[in-house]
C-alpha cells in the first residue's frame, strides 16, 4: 500500500478521535488517574486508545498497533517490521488543567523507521501530516498548506524562537544554550505539538529534556523531516524506534533552519544536570 494512499483514511480517523477527546473535555466528564510510574492518564486516554487501535487495524489489517495506553510486550513486537505507533492523548496534563495544548499522535513505522505521521489538535480543529518523500502540511479550517521551517535571516547571530513546555522548568532548557543570541519562548502544550511548531516555522528549536516515549516523537518526526528541519537525541544522532524492550525516549531535540549550527547553539551536553 502506497502511504499516499493513507492519508485521507487516515484523516478521517485522527478527526474522530479529536472530536472524542473534545467531546470529553467540553463537557468535563472524566476520570483522572496515575499510572504506576506516577504520571497522569485519564479514560479519555484509554477510550481514544481504544477508538484508534480498532480504526487503525480495520484501516489496515494485519498490521499490529502500539499504543501508550496498550504496550505490546517486547517478545511479541521484537518481530514486527511495520506497525503503527499511537499516542492517543499526548498532553494528558493539558487536557486535566484546561489549557487546550493536547493532540492525537500517529505514526506508520517500517524497518524501525516512522514513514508517515499525523498529529491532530482537537481545540484548534487542526491536522498536521506527512509522510516520506511527501511533504509536510497542516490542514486548518477546510485550507490546506505546505509547511517548512523557518529561515533565519542571520543563522550565525540571528535571534530564535524555542519552543518550550509550561510544565519544564525554564533554565533546564536555556542553561544548554551557550548563545548570545536574543531568545523568544513560545509556550505551549504536548511535545507532538511542540515539534509541529517549528516543522510550520512559528518556533525554530524544541529541546525536552526528561522522560518521553517512542509514540512522543514517531508522527513528529516525519512531520520535520518532511518540512526541512530534524529530530535527533542528545547527541545529535537519529532516534530509534522499537529495537528494545524499552520504548522510552533519551532527552531530544527538533531543530529547523539547517544553516544553523545548532551544535554551537547547545554546545553542553544534553543530557547533563
Known sequence: MQLQSLIEPLKEITRETCELILGFYESGDFEALEKDDKTPVTSVDIAASELLTHRLQHLTPGTPVLSEEAIQPWKKRRHWRRYWLVDPLDGTQEFISGSGDFAVSIALVEEGVPTLG???????????????????????????????????????????????????????????????????????????????????????????????????????????????????????????????????????????????????????????D
Not at 518523500?133 to 485550507?143: D, I, L, S, T
Not at 528549536?205 to 518526526?221: C, M, N, S
Not at 530509534?240 to 549550527?261: A, M, R, S
Open 118 to 272: 499525523m498529529i491532530g489538535w482537537p481545540t484548534m480543529g487542526s491536522v498536521y501530516y506527512a509522510y516520506h518523500g511527501g511533504g509536510a502540511f497542516k490542514e486548518a479550517e477546510g485550507h490546506i498548506q505546505r509547511m517548512s521551517v523557518r529561515t533565519l535571516s542571520d543563522p550565525e547571530h540571528g535571534p530564535i524562537t524555542v519552543a518550550l513546555s509550561r510544565r519544564q522548568p525554564e533554565s533546564r532548557v536555556l542553561s544548554r544554550l551557550g548563545t548570545d543570541r536574543p531568545i523568544t519562548i513560545l509556550y505551549t502544550g504536548s511535545c507532538a505539538l511542540k515539534s509541529a511548531l517549528v516543522a510550520e516555522g512559528k518556533a525554530d528549536v524544541f529541546l525536552r529534556i526528561g522522560p518521553t516515549g517512542e509514540w512522543d516523537t514517531g508522527a513528529a518526526q516525519v512531520l520535520v523531516q518532511e518540512a526541512g528541519g530534524v529530530l535527533l537525541n542528545e547527541h545529535f544522532e537519529p532516534l530509534t524506534y522499537n529495537l528494545t524492550q524499552h520504548v522510552g525516549n533519551p532527552n531530544f531535540i527538533v531543530l529547523g533552519d539547517p544553516e544553523v549550527n545548532w551544535t554551537k547553539v547547545f554546545p553542553r551536553p544534553l543530557d547533563s
